[in-house]
């Protein structure tokens, strides 16, 4: 079974390279202190890469309120809702930030609500980078884990069995969602998946 | 889109099973200059904990623990609502506050915080809770404030962060308390 075919028949677990991510990394000096914001939730090859940089790394662990956010009745409703898992003193501008897979399970306009709170914290030249189901017409109906594994390799876990429907968002139709930012490049995974960056412009 | 109900919903959660370590795997930890302090699942402390031995909490502690030259570990019952600063910290409880150590922060499955850590080694085990901020930097701000005079351990070269959370807490048999701490305990 290949790995696109992991990704779209639920459980699964699966490394894939991920160009896009790894140029954020290789731009990284371990000289320089860098903030990074992973929507996710912690994971250890998250914590162990970054680790290794002056970072301060911030976990919003955001999967944990899909159901909260889709209940809300207005986006400022579900704005308040993120706000709340910002960590306090949180003013520092972010280098990048982590959209792991969640935004798979987030309507355009939950998107767009999650990004009204964040987008604006991206340092001038930051990046936001995520990874989005597209090929598969189906992906599992709870979010995976996404953490990195290795230079430039994520691996992909999932323990769901049960199906539902991928949004499979275009570059184009993300970029609307995502206050400010630009889109840079897409990459088709070896998975399936596509890895889009973004970046907020240069002042 | 608001208000509208997903059939497909999801609690992303895959972190929500809370193991209990077991006892017997405690080993020894970071040295200490003289024995460890256990805080029991049944104590309550409010207030401001001081010393120079190792502690282990395994009850309730609010306000602030210093034990800059030793350990601290949240036990897996123990509730701490704090600002801790360390040399070592390993979080198998719950923790909400703030968490500064010198040396190194060891966050294993079981822990559930919310708050900001820092220190220059930071490991977390898969299936840890956690929403707050990990601040890996040797030169914070808040290195420098929790431990003024003293720099903090250097960051290994690249390649080198240990990612490992196999590192056991310390861990003693001794249940005196702190001598140099000031607090307000109860029992239930």
Known sequence: ?203 | MFNKKDQTEANGSSAARVDRPDPARRESGPSSSGGSAVIGASIHVDGTLRGEEDLLIEGKVKGTVELRKNSVTIGPTGEVTADVVAHTIFVDGSMDGTLVASERIVIRKSARIKGSIAAPRVSLEDGAQFNGSIDMDPETDALKKAFAGKNASPKPARQGNDARSGDAPASGSANKPDSGAKSTARQN
């Open chain 1, 1 to 203: 079974m290949g790995a696109a075919a992991q990704s779209a028949h639920g459980a699964a677990s699966v490394t894939v390279r991920c160009p896009l991510f790894e140029s954020i990394i290789e731009r990284f000096d371990v000289e320089r202190r860098i903030v990074v914001c992973d929507l996710g939730a912690a994971r250890r090859g998250t914590v162990a890469l970054f680790g290794e940089f002056r970072c301060r790394l911030e976990i919003l662990a955001l999967p944990d309120l899909l159901a909260p956010l889709k209940a809300c009745e207005s986006p400022r409703e579900a704005e308040e809702l993120v706000r709340d898992r910002v960590p306090s003193g949180s003013d520092e501008p972010i280098d990048a930030m982590l959209c792991w897979n969640l935004l798979n399970y987030l309507s355009p306009e939950l998107i767009a609500a999650v990004m009204a709170v964040l987008a604006g914290r991206l340092a001038s030249g930051g990046f936001a980078h995520a990874l989005i189901e597209y090929s598969s017409l189906q992906m599992p109906a709870r979010p995976g884990v996404i953490s990195p594994n290795g230079a430039g390799q994520l691996l992909i876990e999932s323990d769901d069995d049960n199906l539902c429907p991928a949004p499979r968002y275009s570059l184009g139709a993300l970029e609307k969602c995502l206050s400010g930012l630009k889109s840079e490049r897409a990459m088709l995974l070896g998975n399936g998946m596509q890895e889009y960056l973004f970046r907020r412009p240069p002042d």
